[in-house]
């Protein structure tokens, strides 16, 4: 199993973002590589929709710097920019052809393979709104994904996210049942720890979705996105059990810490790195 790294970064604007301030944006992302490479890193997932955000010439300027720093980006998430809905009376098919235009070329210009489509408020079916209509329009944007994500030879992953954070496809069970319904072969699903720890769903799930050839990619934190191992937590998510169901499945993809470090003050990502791959190789 390879882990990787979640980097998060802010929404630096479309259009007029002032020099002074993409300057600043730039020396975030290279600090945030930097701190990756020196916590032993090999890869990083970075966040897509930031990218989207940038003129062409700062979009090249990113981009030099992931590669000078000697990191991979196998996977990308948050695919979908703010204020871009997926669901809801303002949908607008002909924004979101736009939008996957240029963000899945940019995504594989970053060197991912996997792109994951979380979009909680995107994609949450609005109050009152009819759902299946809400269900017809997310299925015909993931028509509109694969035809892209088979141009940039990149693989889409539905994200099942908590309650709290979106309201439906809120289990990997959910992810499957969409996914196979579609038999769309660049549509794929992702799952989370922190979320199908949120929704008690239990890990048996990953191996349908492994034996189905569905499971894309994998994101791992603790209860209240501590890093996995943290001694701290209480009740948290059963890493060797998921790990474990993982590797009799025969998943043979990547994961990716998707953690809070601020939450982690006795508990590092080295640790949390060492503490993954010792119950990887032990199992």
Not at 116 to 141: M, S, Y
Not at 145 to 154: I, N, S
């Amino acid at each position: 199993m390879k882990f990787g790294l979640c980097i998060a970064l802010d929404y630096p604007g479309q259009g007029n973002f002032e020099a002074g301030g993409m300057k600043e944006w730039m020396a975030r992302l290279q600090a945030k590589l930097e701190e990756a490479a020196g916590f032993g890193m090999d890869r990083v997932e970075l966040p897509l929709s930031p990218f989207t955000a940038l003129a062409e010439p700062e979009f090249e300027e990113a981009v030099s710097l992931v590669k000078a720093s000697g990191l991979s980006c196998p996977v990308v998430n948050s695919m979908i920019r703010p204020g871009l809905p997926l669901t809801g009376p303002e949908v607008n098919p002909e924004q979101t052809e736009a939008y996957l235009e240029s963000a899945l070329l940019r995504a594989a210009r970053l060197g991912a393979g996997t792109v994951i489509l979380g979009a909680g408020q995107a994609r949450n079916i609005p109050q009152g709104f009819d759902k299946e209509t809400a269900v017809e329009q997310f299925e015909a944007f993931l028509h509109q994904c694969e035809a892209h994500a088979a141009k940039h030879e990149l693989i889409v992953a539905i994200e099942p996210l908590n309650r709290k954070e979106c309201n439906w496809i809120k289990w990997v069970e959910e992810a499957i049942e969409l996914a196979a319904g579609l038999y769309l072969p660049h549509i794929r699903v992702a799952a989370d720890s922190y979320h199908m720890l949120m929704q008690r769903e239990e890990y048996d799930i990953l191996e349908e979705a492994v034996e189905m050839g569905l499971l894309a990619h994998v994101h791992l934190a603790d209860r209240d996105r501590r890093l996995p191992g943290c001694p701290l937590v209480e009740k948290g998510a059963d890493f060797k059990q998921l790990l474990g169901t993982l590797k009799r499945s025969g998943y043979a993809g990547e994961a990716s810490l998707e953690c809070a470090p601020e939450q982690n003050p006795s508990w590092t990502i080295p640790q949390s790195l060492e503490y993954l791959n010792k119950l990887w190789d032990e199992l």
